[in-house]
């Protein structure tokens, strides 16, 4: 299917084709596009293209894929308008994926609200409460989104490495491989 980035983003009566279209966006093809329009304030879909781009980047990170994409797109959004607030966010999280180091409670909790909510996403979630707590065994953090399905983040205390899990939260085992 042919999809006019340009035209859908500049037209603001233009409705994705499907309720689960906007997934198609998540390619780093469209990173560009993104952070082009996330950085125009002309654009009318300048703030739902900055918020794709931070899901995405979530989406990226949970698994590791296409690290250099983002930093590529965060580097040209860097200092852009809506595109420079997720490029700064971009970039905090990719350090997190370097590990850190030794994370205490505060770095615990802006960890798990940028890898579980973000900084564009933080007024559609402000009703959603965010925990951070020791887990089992106690050697990490677990930060937990309230929602009726799990969303969870698993941080080594020591490392910073860190493991997203959805739907489920991980057995003690999972848990301490996360290193």
Same mark, same amino acid.
């Given at each position: 299917?042919?999809?006019?980035?340009?035209?859908?983003?500049?037209?603001?009566?233009?409705?994705?084709?499907?309720?689960?279209?906007?997934?198609?966006?998540?390619?780093?093809?469209?990173?560009?596009?993104?952070?082009?329009?996330?950085?125009?304030?002309?654009?009318?879909?300048?703030?739902?293209? *900055?918020?794709?781009?931070?899901?995405?980047?979530?989406?990226?990170?949970?698994?590791?894929?296409?690290?250099?994409?983002?930093? *590529?797109?965060?580097?040209?959004?860097?200092? @852009?308008?809506?595109?420079?607030?997720?490029?700064?966010? *971009?970039?905090? /999280?990719?350090?997190?994926?370097? @590990?850190?180091?030794?994370?205490?409670?505060?770095?615990?909790?802006?960890?798990?609200?940028?890898?579980?909510?973000?900084?564009?996403?933080?007024?559609?979630?402000?009703?959603?409460?965010?925990?951070?707590?020791?887990?089992?065994?106690?050697?990490?953090?677990?930060?937990?989104?309230?929602?009726?399905?799990?969303?969870?983040?698993?941080?080594?205390?020591?490392?910073?490495?860190? @493991?997203? *899990?959805?739907?489920?939260?991980?057995?003690?085992?999972?848990?301490?491989? /996360?290193?």
């Amino acid at each position: 299917m042919e999809f006019d980035f340009d035209r859908w983003a500049y037209d603001p009566a233009a409705d994705l084709p499907d309720q689960d279209f906007d997934l198609m966006l998540h390619d780093v093809s469209f990173l560009p596009f993104l952070v082009d329009t996330a950085a125009d304030p002309a654009c009318p879909k300048q703030r739902y293209c *900055a918020m794709v781009l931070e899901e995405y980047t979530r989406r990226l990170l949970s698994g590791g894929m296409e690290l250099d994409a983002i930093r *590529a797109a965060a580097t040209r959004g860097r200092g @852009r308008e809506l595109a420079g607030e997720w490029a700064a966010y *971009a970039e905090r /999280v990719l350090d997190y994926h370097d @590990r850190p180091g030794p994370v205490n409670r505060a770095k615990a909790e802006q960890m798990a609200h940028d890898l579980l909510v973000g900084d564009l996403h933080r007024h559609a979630m402000r009703g959603v409460p965010l925990t951070v707590a020791l887990a089992d065994p106690d050697s990490h953090w677990v930060g937990e989104l309230g929602l009726p399905y799990p969303h969870l983040v698993y941080i080594h205390r020591d490392t910073g490495a860190f @493991r997203p *899990a959805f739907l489920r939260p991980l057995p003690p085992a999972e848990i301490a491989a /996360v290193r």
